[in-house]
């Protein structure tokens, strides 16, 4: 049981970093190359 509430609280702090490094890459990309995503 105590794995399972160590995987609850590194859970949302994995997905916290994992979305803002996705979001800030991804706007990185769009400050780049600003029309990719219209083709």
Do not use: G, H, Q, Y
Not at 15 to 39: G, M, Y
């Amino acid at each position: 049981m105590a794995d399972f509430t160590k995987f609850l609280t590194t859970a949302p702090v994995a997905l916290i970093l994992f979305s803002s490094f996705f979001l800030a890459l991804f706007i990185e990309i769009n400050r780049f190359f600003p029309d990719i995503l219209t083709f």
